[in-house]
């Protein structure tokens, strides 16, 4: 059965050209809700030292269409990853002849926050890991398993499985452990660096213009609350380190490996970006 999504009226934007609009419109809502049942929140303060008076969810800068699909989870594309998601969580592989639930059980219990505090710092490798290699980690020392290759086999809807049991949930990340404020301060300048034949950083569209347009894509502030998300013009799953990687491409430059150094200082300091908003895996974008 159909669920009843309510959206606020906004005020549209006309002007479809490079950096042509002006400012976001007004908000269709302060809260995501999801089946009518789960508020979630995609307005928030910052936190200190954050360079926005206001941290706001992509989902704002989406149709009224793709916003309304993404708030039901009966319609969400995304789900399917995340149901797909579900299979590799109780599937047994690897030498030891177990399945991530042989250790974690329920995910709804055990993995419940998990995803709202990663990227979290590794003692072993004395750096930053993201959900990915983390449970790459786990594959290979506790399953016997091959680790996953970059968005390869159970990747992606396993990641955006155990993200989506922490919906709703704000993001918050430890900075206290290990060196983790070497590396946001690593991720800031990267987050900043021009690069490419177009000299543009992430800052150049996700801070100075966010709310404008270029060309036909609407520039929100590049957070990353949804991750990983649904993109309707890929029609899969995306995850963050291809997100990324798409456009430092997009800058025409050489974009770096994933889950390389630069990228995951970049994924510490832009999740930090976007303390305090919901989780909202899998998010739908276009």
């Known amino acids: 059965m159909s669920k009843k999504i309510t959206l606020v009226k906004y005020s549209a934007i006309s002007a479809v050209v490079l950096f042509a609009a002006s400012a976001l419109a007004e908000p269709v809502a302060d809260k995501l809700v999801i089946d009518d049942e789960l508020e979630m929140m995609t307005r928030v303060a ?16 989406r149709t009224p269409e793709t916003r309304a699909l993404e708030a039901d989870s009966f319609q969400n594309p995304g789900m399917l990853g995340v149901e797909l998601g579900e299979e ?6 690897g030498t030891a002849g177990k399945s991530c639930a042989s250790c974690h059980d329920d995910a709804a219990t055990s993995m419940k926050g998990v995803g709202a505090g990663y990227p979290k710092w590794h003692e072993k490798t004395g750096r930053p890991i993201n959900l990915e290699l983390q449970i790459n980690q786990c594959r290979v020392e506790n399953m016997g398993a091959e680790a996953y290759k970059f968005d390869k086999g159970g990747q992606k ?11 709703g949930m704000p993001v918050k990340l430890n900075l206290e452990e290990g060196d983790m404020e070497t590396w946001l301060e690593k991720g800031k300048d990267m987050y900043y660096k021009r690069t490419g034949q177009l000299n543009l950083s ?70 930090w970006r976007g303390t305090g908003l919901s989780v909202e895996t899998p998010g739908v974008r276009q």
Request: aromatic fraction near 12%; charge should be positive; glycine fraction near 6%.
């Open 157 to 167: 809807p396993l990641t955006a499985y155990i993200k989506h049991q922490s919906l």
């Open 46 to 61: 910052p936190p200190e030292g954050h360079p926005l008076s206001e941290i706001i969810s992509g989902w704002h800068y």
């Open 88 to 93: 590799f969580w109780n599937k047994v592989e």
């Open 202 to 271: 992430c800052a150049s569209c996700h801070e100075k213009n966010n709310g404008k347009y270029i060309r036909a894509d609407h520039l929100s502030q590049g957070n990353v609350n949804g991750f990983p998300t649904y993109r309707l013009k890929q029609g899969t799953l995306i995850s963050t380190h291809n997100r990324f990687r798409g456009c430092i491409r997009d800058t025409r430059a050489e974009f770096p490996k994933a889950f390389s150094d630069p990228l995951m200082a970049l994924e510490l300091y832009v999740t």
